[in-house]
Structures are given as structure tokens and as C-alpha cells.
């Protein structure tokens, strides 16, 4: 029953748990007019499609007026999102995927179908009116332009919101498999479902000059990942505060498919939410998932985004010869947990602790320090002769940002 579904989604505790797939309109608004600078610049009457692979419940689409709706194409993984969805704009978009006809729950409440990371995606057909059944078919229709407008998952808590348990059941899909081999660059970021998204969007949709990416998320993937080489043409910071997690950054930028390697920064506005002169509040809670549409964006700051190409993991210590194999290992929290059988944790009298960090960020989350070596194996040994410049890694993560515009 379609008005249980909306209760359901509408409850103020389901709200609170799945705050993250309502980006908040202030947001909307000001990335559908990136949208619409997308669609002034193709050439005089040229068709497009405006694709959202990750669509939820369709909150970017609010803005869009029902013109650009009858170019849109949405998708979305959950059941109850994709209930909502299709309810909510079938008959008004060019197309709905997966269409009702195949529609149905699998495991976890995921849409069979409605995988965007999975190989048979492109050509699962479309419930649509268009002369296009399948996504491969605009794909290689040369007259289409495609101007990708989405807000994927961006992290463990994100992608638990927006794609269900897609994180946990499918964690080893069909696009992380292909981008592990096909990727120049660390296959590790194959790993991180944002990654997946921005590069299969790369890789299959971004076909010619005609093609765009509309894109909320950290701006990790450009920063340092090296994905999306391709000209930034607008765009601002958000406040991922507003998105149900902590305060830091999120870049929403409108990329052209024309490639540059060659810029190493950007400059954005940082833009909060605000209403009746105050700053609209953040984080978990249920009266903050709700952004009134009166409330209006405030410019704070021009923050410039550079490229960044080292990691602190450069500056680990070596393991040595005299290290043994150590019987116990610990997780991040310090407790003891059992060995892996991939992971190779050393041990040596001279050993006072290890630091990891991961990623490249210098937050108290990217870094942490143990006292005996961690279940993997990874990271900096801090022994007696270079406990000085060990700890200079850990104390890296006290460097003040104190501003949500400053992290990333």
C-alpha cells in the first residue's frame, strides 16, 4: 500500500535513520541551476536525458520544471524508495528504472533490476514512452547528450541510507571488480562505493563534449583519487552536516567531458543553510533532516581545492628483519581480536605502538595509534630509535580545522 510506504518513510524515526537520502532542497535548488547551465550549453534542439542512477525518493528532481522531468531517468536499489519513486513520477519522467513489470524484493529489501554497479544494468529495460528500451541504446544513440545529476553513496553510513545493504550483500560488484583492473592508479579505490559510481559514470556515459556530470560528493575523488579529469565548469561546497553526518565538506560540481589534466586547483564558495538568520543546525537528528524550502543558502567563504598526491603512509617505518610474527592483534578500538589469515602483524621488544592512517585526510578518524599491531598487519611501527618522527604522524591529526569548510 503506497500511502503505508509514505508513512513509513515520513516517520520521524525512519526519517532520523534515513536522513541521508533527503538532500536538503536549499542544496537542490542551487545544484538545478548547475543542471540547467548543463542544458544552455548543448547545441539548439538537441535531445538529452538527465540521469540519476542513485535517485532515492527523487529529492534532486524537486526543482526541475515538468519540461526537464520529461527528459529524466531515474533509478533507485530499495524497495520502498523505488515505490515512492515510481508513484511519484511515473508519467512525468522519460523513464523509470527497473520497470514495474520485473519489479520485485530481493534479499535486504533491494530492487531486482535496480543495481546500478551491476553488469547487466545498462540493459535492463526501462519503463518508458521514449524510443530508447535500454540505457546501452542512449549510450550509443550519438544524438543524446547525457548530463548525469546525482548524489551516490560517499560512505559506509551513506551508502547503508541510500542503497540499502548494497554495501555489505553486494561487495564485490561488477563495477569495483572491473574498475580493480581497468583503473590507472591505486586499486584500492575500487573499494569505495562513491569511486565506483564517479568512474562507471566516466567510463559509460561520458561519451563526447555534449556529455555532463552534476555531482554531490567529497571531493576526494578529483582531490586525490584522480577521477573526473575533466574540465570543472561551476559549482559550490555543501555542508555535509545538513546530510545527516558530521560537518565537512561537499563539493557539488558541475564536470563537462572535455579532458584536463592539467588543473591543479579549484575555487568554490562555501554556502551554509540558513533561516531566520541563524545557521540551520546539523547532524542526526530529526528536527534537522527537515530543511524547510524558506530557507535560503548563505555564502561564508571562497575555499580553493588543490590537488593533493602523497599520503602520510610515505613516512611509515620499515619492518626489519628482527620482527616476528606476533601471536595477538588488535582492532582500531585497542581491543584484542582474532589474527586474519591475510594479515602479517609484527611484533619486536623495540615496538612501543603502531599508527595507521588511511586515506588523506588528517582528522581523528583517518589516524589512529595502538599499542600492539593491528589485525591487517599495515601500518607504522613507532619504536624506540625513531619515536620522534613516528609520533609526528600521529600528532598530524590535532591540525586545527576547525571550520566544516576546511575538511574533507
Known amino acids: 500500500d503506497f500511502d503505508t510506504v509514505m508513512d513509513a518513510l515520513n516517520d520521524p524515526a525512519n526519517r532520523k535513520d534515513l536522513g541521508a537520502f533527503y538532500t536538503p532542497l536549499p542544496y537542490v535548488k542551487e545544484a538545478t541551476k548547475l543542471v540547467r547551465q548543463a542544458i544552455s550549453s548543448l547545441p539548439k534542439n538537441m535531445d538529452y536525458v538527465i540521469l540519476d542512477r542513485c535517485a532515492g525518493t ?17 533509478n533507485t536499489y530499495e ?5 515512492v519513486l515510481y508513484n511519484k513520477y511515473i508519467g512525468k519522467v522519460r523513464a523509470i528504472i527497473p520497470p514495474l ?21 545498462l540493459s535492463i529495460p526501462m519503463e518508458t514512452d521514449g524510443k530508447h528500451n535500454t540505457l546501452q541504446e542512449i549510450i550509443d544513440d550519438k544524438n543524446v547528450a547525457i548530463i548525469g545529476f546525482e548524489n551516490p553513496p560517499y560512505s559506509s553510513e551513506l551508502a547503508r541510507a541510500q542503497e540499502g545493504n548494497v554495501k555489505s550483500i553486494d561487495k564485490f560488484s561488477y563495477i569495483r571488480k572491473l574498475m580493480s583492473d581497468e583503473f590507472v592508479g591505486d586499486s584500492n579505490h575500487a573499494k569505495d562505493l562513491l569511486n565506483q559510481f564517479v568512474w562507471s559514470f566516466e567510463k559509460y556515459f561520458m561519451r563526447d563534449e555534449n556529455d555532463y ?9 578529483w ?11 561551476n559549482g559550490f561546497l555543501a555542508n555535509r552536516g545538513n546530510f545527516k553526518a558530521q560537518e565537512s565538506s561537499v563539493l557539488v560540481a558541475l564536470w563537462k567531458n572535455d579532458q584536463d589534466n592539467e588543473t591543479e586547483s579549484i575555487t568554490v564558495t562555501a554556502k551554509e543553510i540558513w533561516r531566520d538568520n541563524k545557521k540551520w543546525g546539523t547532524g542526526k537528528g530529526a528536527a534537522v533532516i527537515d530543511v524547510p524550502e524558506d530557507a535560503i543558502l548563505k555564502d561564508v567563504k571562497h575555499v580553493t581545492i588543490k590537488k593533493v598526491y602523497k599520503t602520510l603512509g610515505e613516512y611509515y617505518s620499515k619492518k626489519l628483519k628482527t620482527d616476528v610474527l606476533s601471536k595477538i592483534a588488535t582492532g ?3 581491543k584484542e581480536v582474532p589474527l586474519k589469515s591475510y594479515g602479517k602483524p609484527v611484533y619486536n621488544d623495540n615496538i612501543l605502538a603502531v599508527i595507521e ?6 582528522t581523528p578518524q583517518d589516524i589512529r595509534m595502538t599499542r600492539i599491531a593491528i589485525y591487517h598487519g599495515r601500518g607504522s611501527q613507532v619504536r624506540t630509535n625513531n619515536y620522534a618522527e613516528q609520533t609526528a604522524l600521529f600528532v598530524a591529526k590535532q591540525y586545527p580545522q576547525k571550520n566544516w569548510y576546511e575538511r574533507d
Request: glycine letters at 12%; aromatic letters at 12%.
Open 213 to 221: 556530470y552534476i555531482l554531490f560528493a567529497p571531493v576526494k575523488y
Open 357 to 362: 592512517a588511511s586515506g588523506f585526510g588528517t
Open 332 to 334: 582500531y578500538d585497542g
Open 58 to 74: 527523487g529529492a534532486l528532481e524537486h526543482y526541475l520544471t515538468e519540461e526537464e522531468l520529461g527528459h529524466v531517468i531515474l
Open 79 to 83: 524497495i520502498k524508495e523505488w515505490l
Open 101 to 121: 513489470s520485473i519489479v520485485q524484493a530481493n534479499k535486504g529489501n533491494l530492487v531486482t533490476g535496480g543495481d546500478a554497479l551491476a553488469e547487466e544494468f
Open 223 to 233: 582531490k586525490s583519487v584522480g577521477l573526473m579529469q575533466k574540465i570543472f565548469i
